[in-house]
């Protein structure tokens, strides 16, 4: 469950770190009176749960009454990556010294959860990982866990790691963390992450979780039941299984392709799931092509082929989609494939290839 800024800011306030002051607002008429209150200049700040705020435009400075108006307004009349926003946050502009990125993730790679510092902040840290990687330090949360990050206090990496685990989260991120010009140290941008497997121990976010916007694609794949998040690519892929899934992503982009999408249609997948997943993915007009990879075990193969045959003619599919079929009942399956205009592939590997290859065209 992701949060929105507003609501991540409160939540650090509550652990001690300093945040601006600031106040939500849902019309230009009541940003105009948080104005009054709160003084100028602000700093006027689109609420959606998706990134690339400051570069759509969702990010603005106000220095007059008349501004703050037009600008709140503004704001509000716009969609970011197709989600409306409906809310912004005015805050006080910081006097800024000196911009950090300080956040905690769970790192699967060590089984654990990672601290990530750089003095580099205010930009995506994948973009510093790219261009600057000597800027960014880890650190892996022990116990008893004591790092020297002389740039910030001990007290601000104690706080966001208390923070982070008492609300069982699976991100926790400051960007930027700033020092400003009289030597506070501010938290003017955060993001934070809870683990919806966890929510039943916080009945407080229970109402947050209720109101969470989601990618609008995403949020039909939950109405439709369907594991699915959505990837900024354009290669659709579906599988059976969390883990065939991720290892065909893996293939798409070993074949230089980019995954546009994580879809796990589970065990025992019946034809009206698999016609119900590509409706699902012909939403997202980035997709350019479909690799189908599917491992008969509890789910038969000849079952996928024939709702991947009566969806590709109900919905007059006009994308290139390769399929791969192995396991239960896997010959049936190909038998009916075979007499389509589909591309098959025998290994994941060739699927992947064929796809890529496809859309390269």
Same mark, same amino acid.
């Given at each position: ?15 001690g ?18 104005a ?27 220095r ?25 946050l ?5 006097d ?9 993730? !769970?790192? /699967? %790679?060590?089984?654990?959860?990672t ?5 580099? &902040? =205010?930009?995506?840290?994948?973009? @510093?990982?790219?261009t600057?990687?000597d ?6 949360i ?19 790691i ?8 699976t ?20 993001k ?20 969470a916007?989601?990618?609008?694609i ?31 992503m893996?293939? !798409?982009? /070993? %074949? ?10 589970? &065990? =025992?997948a019946?034809?009206?799931? @698999? ?15 479909i ?6 075990g ?10 991947l ?9 006009k ?39 496809h859309?390269?065209?």
């Amino acid at each position: 469950m992701k949060l929105y800024e507003y609501q991540a800011k409160e939540l650090l306030a509550k652990f001690g770190i300093l945040t601006p002051a600031g106040q939500v607002a849902a019309s230009s008429d009541e940003a105009v009176r948080i104005a009054a209150v709160l003084g100028l200049p602000l700093a006027i700040k689109a609420q959606v749960q998706v990134g690339g705020r400051g570069k759509a435009g969702g990010i603005k400075i106000a220095r007059t009454i008349a501004e703050v108006s037009s600008l709140s307004q503004q704001i509000l009349n716009m969609k970011i990556k197709e989600l409306p926003v409906k809310k912004v946050l005015l805050e006080q502009a910081v006097d800024i010294e000196k911009e950090y990125y300080l956040g905690i993730i !769970v790192d /699967r %790679a060590n089984k654990g959860n990672t601290l990530i510092f750089s003095t580099v &902040g =205010g930009i995506d840290i994948e973009e @510093v990982a790219r261009t600057e990687p000597d800027k960014i330090l880890k650190f892996e949360i022990r116990n008893k866990f004591k790092t020297q990050i002389s740039e910030i206090p001990n007290e601000i990496i104690d706080s966001l790691i208390k923070m982070y685990f008492a609300v069982d989260a699976t991100l926790a991120e400051i960007n930027p963390l700033v020092i400003t010009k009289s030597g506070k140290v501010i938290a003017a941008d955060a993001k934070i992450i809870i683990d919806d497997n966890a929510l039943f121990r916080h009945p407080e976010f229970s109402s947050i979780s209720e109101g969470a916007e989601t990618d609008p694609i995403e949020a039909e794949a939950q109405r439709r039941k369907i594991a699915y998040v959505r990837l900024p690519g354009n290669v659709g892929i579906i599988g059976n299984g969390a883990g065939l899934v991720m290892s065909t992503m893996d293939e !798409v982009k /070993r %074949a230089g392709g980019s995954p546009a999408d994580f879809l796990d249609i589970g &065990g =025992g997948a019946k034809a009206d799931v @698999v016609k119900s997943t590509l409706e699902l993915l012909l939403m997202d007009k980035n997709i350019k092509g479909i690799f189908f990879n599917v491992f008969g075990g509890i789910t038969r193969c000849d079952e996928v082929a024939k709702g991947l045959i009566a969806a590709i003619d109900e919905l007059k599919i006009k994308l290139p989609i390769v399929i791969r079929l192995t396991g239960t009942r896997s010959a049936e399956g190909c038998k009916l494939i075979a007499e389509t205009k589909l591309l098959t592939a025998s290994s994941m590997q060739e699927g992947a290839r064929k796809i890529v290859e496809h859309i390269s065209q």
